[in-house]
């Protein structure tokens, strides 16, 4: 979708396990995020950057980790403190330019054990 | 219709008749707007976008109207077909590069 792609689709974590969730992108973007989205609800920021080596939390970072040590890639780790991790989630990448819309991957579907 | 904040799940319209879905976003100072459509299972899609100097944008099929007095986005499809039923979400941003979403319209075109 868009030149970004996530991995894997579909996840299965087992209680206590750290999981992490692949997001890649060659659009040459600068900013990447991610977002967690629940049934019948929008989306919510969990974490994002606007460059390489440097990431900020949104509203819902506590029990997420991520890393950015290439521009293409913006992992998130799902650890064992997020005690609600059953969502969809979406990594997104934009220019980072004034007004540049976001480009969404397909998703990955995580689900507890 | 749509808010960042509250929820109206269903839109269902007959198939070549108008959809109009709309939005009530809460930030003032936003300045750029995006509606996505989103398919089950799938990432959302860029529709169109409006910035808060416009109040009405065109593209092929669809129009966003922006109503910065009242803080009202709204998204029409023209001639909706089946391929149109999807989640559509409205997506401000008030500052930065950061967005927040609207908690999406599912829409139902019935053939």
């Known amino acids: 979708d868009g030149g970004i792609t996530q991995s894997p689709k579909y996840l299965f974590r087992k209680e206590g396990q750290n999981v992490t969730l692949s997001c890649e992108q060659n659009l040459n973007h600068d900013a990447m995020y991610w977002y967690r989205q629940d049934p019948g609800q929008g989306l919510r920021l969990i974490y994002y950057s606007q460059i390489v080596n440097d990431f900020q939390k949104g509203d819902i970072a506590e029990g997420y980790s991520v890393s950015r040590e290439k521009k293409e890639s913006f992992p998130l780790t799902v650890t064992s403190a997020q005690k609600n991790p059953t969502a969809f989630y979406l990594c997104?990448?934009?220019?980072?330019?004034?007004?540049?819309?976001?480009?969404f991957g397909s998703g990955t579907q995580l689900s507890v054990l | 219709g749509e808010s960042v904040g509250l929820h109206l799940p269903t839109l269902s319209v007959q198939e070549g008749d108008n959809s109009i879905i709309n939005c009530a976003y809460s930030n003032s100072a936003s300045d750029y707007f995006i509606w996505y459509k989103q398919e089950s299972g799938k990432g959302p899609q860029f529709i169109i976008d409006?910035?808060?100097?416009?109040d009405k944008r065109q593209g092929q099929r669809v129009t966003v109207l922006l109503n910065k007095t009242v803080k009202h986005l709204s998204l029409q499809i023209a001639a909706t077909q089946p391929g149109d039923s999807a989640v559509y979400f409205c997506?401000?941003?008030?500052?930065?590069?950061?967005?927040?979403f609207g908690t999406g319209t599912s829409l139902t075109v019935i053939p």
């Open positions: 997506a401000e941003r008030p500052t930065g590069n950061q967005f927040y």
């Open positions: 409006i910035r808060s100097n416009m």
């Open positions: 997104a990448s934009s220019s980072g330019e004034v007004n540049e819309k976001l480009f």
